[in-house]
């Protein structure tokens, strides 16, 4: 009698043990009410910019002038797409080529050196990036822009691309960023290549195939999938960058197809300009916010799904 | 040699000599594209590396001749023409802001983590909570601040070193729940079935078995989001205002490192970009001195594992 | 030769081998080291041309060490090494000059999983031939690789499906096709029919008599009555614990699979065969 009354009593260890998942389920379920939250609160303060979107050109106009009321952010959103493009475009070639020496080539103890490296550079701040950007980087590119902008900018059509060159440009701000988002990129590519199954390895190995024959015919088929998500991981993180791109733009409201000018793009926008604004300035502001978190979330989603099936088909093909 | 003439393969094989298995009989083209893959690895590695030596060789050239114990400690001049003056309240500012932060998200990522490794594992819930932590881990950190400034200063009417707290604390929050749950996820079943076997509650054995074989991991992790965090710019320029003189006070108006050296970079008075430049080694060096602890860290936690 | 068999197994009729072939490949006290750790310690066999020639034994006796040893494939697991001597038309595989990625293409392999590449079935015959720069008549010769592979009337109105879409049988002719394709002169096999069923099994096997006409085959099994049906010579292995308390595989017999299966000058063949060991 005592026994079975032992074990089915209520005792305080099991109402510990509800309260301790509760803490648990409350903390998890935090992440997903901090984003319904942003999204929701963002929105709202934004209303009065967005909810006009459509009539005052929001989307759609360059024109930009607080004192008159002018909210176009196409400019801001051209540069952070621009910007964004040529940071990947530097980043993704590099970063498969660093994973691939992690994976490949590197012997144990070099790969362990690497990867702390590689971490350092995750690890420094961005505004030290910026400011390193501002004072050092940009006074060497210009040069290089100017021989660029004297040999390519006459050619028809690519020309307009390498026009006359400004010290703080679009380039440079995408340079800094690429250099920002190799880790990233790195880290998920990397992941990648690990799971390629080694019988595919060796069936190339077996053939007579050499390392660059192997790495092309069983590592890379495998890997699409994967890299196409890190490469857009790589988008997101470039997208939201702030303090780096507003310190190396050069803060110039345009849209112009010259790399070598000067731009600006959403985060930086805002973090130059929220100090100052006040009313539909502020309102203005945050809907850039929005459309920024849209944008950001909807790459991650997205990245995520494509990784995620990537995995799975790999993991179908092992079995 | 000759046996080896007469031992030529019939049907079609070409023949095996010595010269055939040679190094030499892989076809140029073959040859210099292997060759030129491995340049080509070699130099994607040096094109991270070099940017990475140059900052931190640039920030100690830039940065060294500031950083001195008043530098560390003084009050920052008002006049930013001025030279002279310190960083005291932006360091005070760091490490007030980021400890708050880490107060609050270490935690709640923990329990959060605790969550998906020990109770959801798969289900629906926690399977969304993954990949919304996935999804917030690349929120920028500008709407994150923007975010807390709507949320917190436009209700608190005020801007404070808290607000900053609260919007760091956001973006560690999913990183810390994340990289806890893997190192979790190391720890062995048996554990949990030795501990439960015992006759222990879930949530006794989650706290006295399965957390403390994962801490070091967890820490490790925990430190990475630190450095992270310590580093991060926007919250503070958005939501914790700016400060002249130290303040532990995180119900006032706060600065922070990154924060300074974002405002004097911008500037065009030469000691304002020196003491940018100061301010970044001083960043620089709490940020590594994380990074690297949080390595040590995970590499002893290697070493017990094996 | 012409003596009457009984098999110490039933069922098993091994084939009779050409008496006059010559040995493509010849080990001479061959051993494989993997860090310091002896794993198998000197073997002496010969690979007799367009002979099959199995490698049997209980698990952990070293045969896939030495398979694999054949055409440099420990070469990829780091601490690996070889001593003694593997020569090839009396070369040696492992002299300083020797490039291991001509000697694979020489020495072709099919694994105990099937691996097809995640590419079409097409691709994935095409692949050593492309690598290997022969661009010549690309469709006839992968034509030619699936007929020798007793695959081409199965896939060849889905060429362009892929790999991974065939059953496991299937998938492990088309790894034989893409080895083939190539035309390598020796073609090791590593439990190739592990992971089939008996029929996958029976149509590899009859693939095997096929490819022996113009291939010299070397395959590892753990099914005796495999290495009974398809092989002219047997190679068996077993672990044996030296004076140190250390394990290392040893080649302990190598013969006409007939005499192997018949009457085995070693006892522990014997009893391996006849199930008393292992």
Redesign the interface.
């Known amino acids: 009698m005592t026994q079975s009354r032992t074990l089915t009593q209520k005792d305080r ?2 109402i ?2 509800r ?3 509760l ?10 009410g ?2 319904a ?2 999204l929701v ?2 929105i ?2 934004s209303w009065p910019a967005l909810s006009n979107a459509g009539a005052n050109g929001f989307f759609t106009s360059t024109g930009w002038d607080p004192n008159v009321g002018k909210y176009g952010i196409l400019a801001f959103m051209f540069g952070t797409v621009v910007v964004s493009l040529i940071a990947v475009l530097f980043a993704v ?6 994973a ?2 992690l994976t ?2 590197a012997h ?1 103890r070099v790969k362990a050196v ?1 990867v ?6 995750a ?10 950007g ?3 980087f940009s006074s060497w590119t210009k040069p290089l822009y100017e021989w660029l902008h004297d040999t390519l900018g006459g050619i028809p059509v690519i020309g307009a691309l390498f026009g006359s060159v400004t010290g703080l440009n679009f380039m440079t701000a995408g340079l800094i960023l690429a ?1 920002m988002i ?2 990233i990129i ?1 880290s998920i590519t990397r992941e990648v290549f690990d799971t390629v ?1 080694a ?2 390895k ?12 192997m ?1 092309r ?2 590592v890379l ?2 890997s699409f999938g994967g890299i196409v998500g890190a490469v857009m ?1 790589g988008l ?2 470039a ?5 780096a791109v ?2 190396v733009i050069g803060a110039a409201i345009q849209v112009t197809p010259n790399l070598f000018a000067p731009g600006y793009t959403i ?1 930086a926008a ?2 130059n300009l ?2 100052e604004s006040s009313g539909e300035f502020t309102a203005a ?2 809907g850039m ?1 929005v459309v ?2 849209v944008l ?2 909807a ?3 997205l990245a ?1 799904v494509v990784v995620r099936r990537a995995e799975i ?1 790999m993991k ?2 092992v079995a | 040699m000759t046996t080896m003439q007469s031992a030529v393969a019939t049907n079609g094989h070409a023949a095996v000599t010595r010269a055939s298995l040679r190094r030499g009989a892989l076809p140029l083209r073959r040859r210099a594209m292997d060759i030129l893959s491995k340049v080509l690895m070699s130099i994607s590695l040096l094109v991270a590396i070099v940017p990475l030596i140059l900052v931190i060789f640039y920030v100690i050239q830039k940065g060294a001749g500031l950083l001195s114990w008043d530098f560390l400690t003084e009050d920052i001049v008002a006049s930013p023409r001025r030279t002279g003056g310190g960083m005291g309240p932006a360091v005070a500012g760091t490490l007030l802001i980021t400890g708050i932060a880490s107060l609050i998200a270490i935690p709640l990522g923990l329990l959060g983590a605790i969550y998906l490794n020990e109770y959801g594992r798969n289900n629906a819930l926690a399977r969304f909570i993954r990949v919304m932590a996935d999804v917030m881990t690349g929120v920028p950190s500008i709407v994150m601040a923007l975010f807390i400034y709507i949320a917190v200063v436009l209700t608190m009417r005020e801007k404070t070193g808290l607000a900053a707290s609260l919007a760091l604390a956001a973006l560690m929050l999913p990183v810390v729940l994340r990289s806890s749950e893997e190192m979790l996820k190391l720890v062995p079943d048996e554990l949990r079935q030795a501990s439960a076997a015992l006759g222990s509650r879930r949530w006794k054995t989650t706290l006295s078995v399965v957390l403390p074989a994962a801490i070091s991991g967890i820490t490790s992790g925990v430190m990475l989001a630190i450095a992270r965090a310590a580093g991060e710019t926007t919250p503070i320029v958005v939501c914790a205002g700016i400060a002249y003189g130290i303040s532990w006070d995180p119900m006032v108006e706060q600065t922070a490192l990154p924060a300074q050296i974002f405002v004097n970079a911008a500037l065009p008075f030469a000691p304002a970009v020196e003491r940018a430049w100061g301010a970044a080694l001083t960043l620089m060096i709490i940020v590594l001195v994380f990074t690297i602890a949080a390595r040590v860290v995970a590499s002893r936690f290697a070493i017990k594992n094996r | 030769m012409t003596t009457t068999i009984t098999p110490l197994i039933p069922g098993a009729v091994p084939t009779m081998p050409t008496a006059s072939a010559k040995p493509v490949m010849q080990l001479e006290n061959v051993s494989v080291f993997y860090g310091g750790y002896e794993a198998v310690r000197g073997t002496t066999m010969p690979v007799r041309e367009h002979q099959i020639t199995a490698m049997i034994g209980p698990s952990g006796c070293g045969k896939s060490t030495v398979l694999r040893s054949l055409n440099r494939m420990n070469d990829l697991i780091p601490g690996a090494k070889v001593a003694g001597k593997i020569s090839f038309h009396g070369e040696d595989l492992y002299a300083p000059d020797v490039d291991p990625i001509q000697v694979r293409r020489r020495i072709g392999m099919v694994f105990q999983k099937p691996n097809p590449f995640p590419k079409s079935i097409f691709d994935n015959v095409a692949y050593g031939l492309k690598i290997n720069g022969i661009r010549d008549n690309i469709p006839g010769r992968v034509e030619k690789a699936l007929r020798d592979a007793a695959l081409w009337d199965e896939v060849k109105d889905k060429l362009k499906s892929s790999g991974l879409s065939l059953s496991g049988g299937q998938q492990q002719r088309l790894c034989i096709a893409r080895a083939i394709a190539v035309e390598p002169e020796v073609i090791l096999m590593d439990e190739p029919c592990s992971a089939l069923d008996p029929i996958a099994t029976g149509k590899i096997e009859d693939l095997m008599h096929e490819l022996s006409r113009k291939f010299t085959i070397v395959i590892v099994t753990h099914n005796m009555q495999q290495a009974a049906r398809v092989s002219h010579y047997t190679a068996f292995f077993t672990a044996e614990v030296d004076e140190q308390q250390v394990r290392h595989g040893r080649l302990v017999e190598f013969n006409d699979t007939g005499r192997i299966f018949t009457n085995p000058s070693d006892k522990r063949t014997e009893d391996y065969i006849t199930g008393r060991f292992g």
């Open positions: 260890g099991r510990n043990d309260a301790f998942w803490l648990c389920v409350t903390a998890g379920v935090a992440v997903l901090i984003l939250a942003i609160s963002t709202q303060q070639p590099v970063s498969i080529g660093i691939l020496f490949e080539l144990r690497v702390t490296l590689i971490d350092l550079l690890s420094v701040p961005s505004v030290v990036f910026g400011l390193w501002l004072y050092v250099v190799i880790p790195t199954p019988a595919d060796q069936a190339a190995w077996a053939l007579g195939a050499t390392k660059w024959e790495i015919g069983a088929p495998h991981l997101g993180r997208m939201g960058e702030t303090v507003a310190l985060p805002i973090v929220f100090g502001l945050i916010g920024l978190f950001t979330i790459i991650n989603l995520q088909r179908g093909a």
